[in-house]
C-alpha cells in the first residue's frame, strides 16, 4: 500500500482509506488521548519543563490522528491539505514548548527526577508500540507521512525524557531537562516543516493538472 504513492492510484479517494489503517489511527488516538492527561499532571507536579513538552506533544498527535481519521478515504488535495494544516500545527507546538522552556529556566525550576524517569518511561512504552503499528505507513501521502513522523518523534523525545531525569538526578540542576525540552521543540519545528513541504508539493500537483486542462 505505501508503495502506490509514486502512481497516479494515490489520487483515488480510497486508495488509502483500509480497514487497518482507521483501525491503527483508532488505537493511536486512544493512546496518545491518555497519555497526555497523565503526562501533563505528572509535569506540572514534577515541574518538568520535557515532560510538559512531551505531553503537548501528546496533545497535537491526537488531534493529528483524529484529522486524519476524518480525511480518510477523500481526495489526494483534501488529505494533503489536512497534512498542511497538521504540519503547521506541529510548528506552532513547538515554538510554544520553547517558550515553556525558556519560562522554566527563568524560574529556575528543579524537576523532580523520579517522577521524569517512571512517566518518560510509560511514555516511552505507549509511544513505542505506536510507533511500530504505524511503520508500515510511513511512506504514504503527506497525511500518512505526519502521522508516522509524530509517532517517530514521540518515541525519540521519551529517551530524551529519560536521559533528562538521569541528568538532573546525577546533577541536581534543572539544565539537562531544558536542554532535552529545546531538543524536543527543534524536533516539532523540524517535523512539521517536513510536513508542510510534502503537503505543499502534493498541493501543486493537482493544481497543475487542472491549469493544464484549462488550455
Known amino acids: ?20 489503517w482507521r483501525r491503527a489511527l483508532w488505537i493511536a488516538l486512544a493512546v496518545n488521548g491518555g497519555m497526555f492527561l497523565a503526562e501533563i499532571v505528572a509535569g506540572v507536579a514534577a515541574g518538568s519543563a520535557s515532560l510538559q513538552a512531551d ?40 515554538a510554544g514548548v520553547l517558550a515553556s522552556t525558556a519560562w522554566h529556566a527563568y524560574a529556575g525550576t528543579l524537576p523532580g527526577a523520579g517522577t521524569m524517569g517512571v512517566v518518560g518511561l510509560l511514555a516511552l512504552i505507549a509511544n513505542a508500540g505506536v510507533a511500530l503499528m504505524l511503520y508500515r505507513f510511513r511512506t504514504g501521502d503527506a497525511n500518512m507521512r505526519s502521522v508516522w513522523i509524530c509517532s517517530r518523534n514521540d518515541a525519540i523525545g521519551n529517551l530524551a525524557v529519560l536521559a533528562a531525569a538521569a541528568g ?37 500537483g493537482p493544481a497543475l493538472v487542472e491549469a493544464g486542462a484549462l488550455r
Do not use: H
Not at 500500500?1 to 487497518?20: E, I, R, Y
Open 55 to 94: 505531553a503537548i506533544d501528546f496533545l497535537g498527535d491526537s488531534a493529528n490522528y483524529a484529522i486524519s481519521l476524518g480525511v480518510t478515504g477523500m481526495a489526494l488535495a483534501w488529505r494533503a491539505r489536512a497534512a498542511l494544516l497538521k504540519g503547521w500545527s506541529l510548528g506552532l507546538l513547538g
Open 1 to 20: 500500500m505505501a508503495g502506490c504513492c509514486g502512481q497516479d492510484s494515490c489520487s483515488s479517494p480510497n486508495a488509502l482509506d483500509t480497514p487497518q
Open 168 to 204: 538532573v538526578f546525577g546533577t541536581g540542576t534543572a539544565w539537562p531537562d531544558l536542554i532535552v525540552a529545546t531538543i524536543m521543540a527543534a524536533l516539532g519545528l523540524s517535523g512539521g516543516w517536513q510536513i508542510v513541504r510534502q503537503a505543499r508539493s502534493e498541493l501543486q
